[in-house]
């Protein structure tokens, strides 16, 4: 009687994210409007992430055994993920992959390979095989664990280069990547339980890892679709910035009037629309005080005195100011309302829609409908 296969209702789900995978990568890398080195660096994340958890699937159900697949076929996947999520890190934040880099990166893959068919083509004895096997997955988790480091430290360095407000330089989301890093991170932790359940019980069935790839398929479903969404707005916000920039658009919101009597408030209005420091979504006041070499008390105690908008009030005019503009031209009709946002100075979509309706009345989108655009 022939062998069925194993399903159940956990590989049934993981086999649910795998197909979603393998979906969103053939539909993003054939989608020629966001094509960029970075979406591509993503793409092959997703899609190691994918095949890895589509390769384990297909042990799991008992597929190889079924159908007598060598084992020597096996492709390490594992050792591909986090190599390139490093790279396209790499390129997400503007600094040049060199071929040197790549090559560095894909080296543990290409001895790994060779590791799996030396072992497996001399027929080694079970214990002895789980042995070498062991240490070559423990050496993968360790040689992961490194590049996350090294994600987190090009994280590190490029939020302390770009620290300071530049006009010129759009700023790059960095949490999300934190954020993905820190579940990569759990994913990690499952991964190392796993492998000790796995060979200290001397286990034969697998179950002992659905919760690593479950953990897999939800975090090729959140790597996959923000990344894209974050470089889609990234893409969005410099065609924004050239085109305004090229424009010569220079936003008078604050009235002569409210600057009169203090000369210093007279240089922070000035410096605040000519140098459009209000664009700087993390401008605080301590910021405004080092610039201008007095305290924050007293600076404070200046803006209100001579505004009763105070410093928050003031900068979120300016900022609904610029977004007003840029929604009623027809040239950024074709950019996204968070890209606007993101470019008109405010930190989150959320934050913006929150006191564009406090200043108008009215939601941007509504904003955009009153006026036909």
Same mark, same amino acid.
């Given at each position: ?27 993003? !890398? ?47 996947? *594992? ?31 290409? !001895? ?10 001399? #027929? ?29 430290? *090009? ?51 697998? *179950? ?27 893409? *969005? ?36 629309? #000519? ?7 993390? !401008? ?26 105070? !410093? ?30 993101? #470019? ?30």
């Amino acid at each position: 009687m022939e062998e069925s296969l194993n399903y159940n209702f956990f590989n049934t789900l993981i086999f649910s994210g795998i197909i979603y995978g393998l979906i969103f990568s053939i539909f993003t !890398l054939i989608n020629v409007k966001i094509a960029s080195r970075p979406r591509t660096f993503l793409i092959l994340t997703v899609l190691c992430l994918t095949l890895s958890n589509l390769q384990y699937w297909l042990i799991d159900v008992g597929f190889r055994e079924k159908y007598h697949v060598p084992k020597i076929v096996y492709i390490q996947f *594992e050792l591909l993920i986090v190599p390139f999520f490093y790279l396209f890190l790499q390129s997400y934040l503007q600094k040049i992959v060199t071929k040197r880099i790549i090559n560095l990166a894909l080296l543990p893959f290409v !001895l790994g390979m060779t590791y799996q068919f030396f072992v497996y083509s001399i #027929e080694l004895p079970r214990p002895l095989l789980r042995q070498y096997n062991l240490i070559a997955e423990i050496a993968t988790i360790f040689y992961s664990l490194l590049l996350i480091f090294l994600i987190f430290y *090009e994280i590190y360095r490029y939020e302390k280069a770009n620290n300071n407000f530049d006009f010129k330089k759009i700023g790059i989301s960095t949490k999300w990547l934190k954020y993905s890093m820190y579940a990569t991170i759990g994913i990690f932790v499952f991964w190392i339980l796993s492998t000790q359940l796995f060979y200290a019980e001397d286990a034969k069935q697998l *179950e002992v890892y659905y919760p690593l790839w479950i953990s897999i398929s939800i975090i090729i479903y959140w790597i996959g679709n923000k990344g894209i969404v974050e470089l889609r707005i990234y893409h *969005e916000r410099k065609a924004i910035r050239e085109s305004y920039s090229s424009s010569g658009n220079s936003n008078k919101a604050v009235k002569k009037s409210d600057s009169k009597g203090n000369i210093l408030f007279q240089q922070f209005i000035n410096d605040l629309e #000519e140098e459009k420091l209000y664009l700087n979504s993390n !401008l605080s006041l301590d910021q405004l005080a080092q610039k201008y070499h007095v305290s924050s008390g007293y600076l404070s105690q200046m803006i209100s005195k001579h505004s009763e908008k105070g !410093l928050t009030g003031l900068v979120n005019e300016l900022r609904i100011e610029e977004a007003q503009k840029m929604l009623l031209d027809s040239s950024f009709e074709r950019y996204t309302i968070e890209s606007i946002a993101l #470019e008109s100075g405010f930190s989150t979509k959320t934050n913006f829609y929150k006191v564009f309706k406090k200043l108008t009345g009215v939601t941007p989108y509504q904003y955009k409908k009153v006026y036909n655009i």
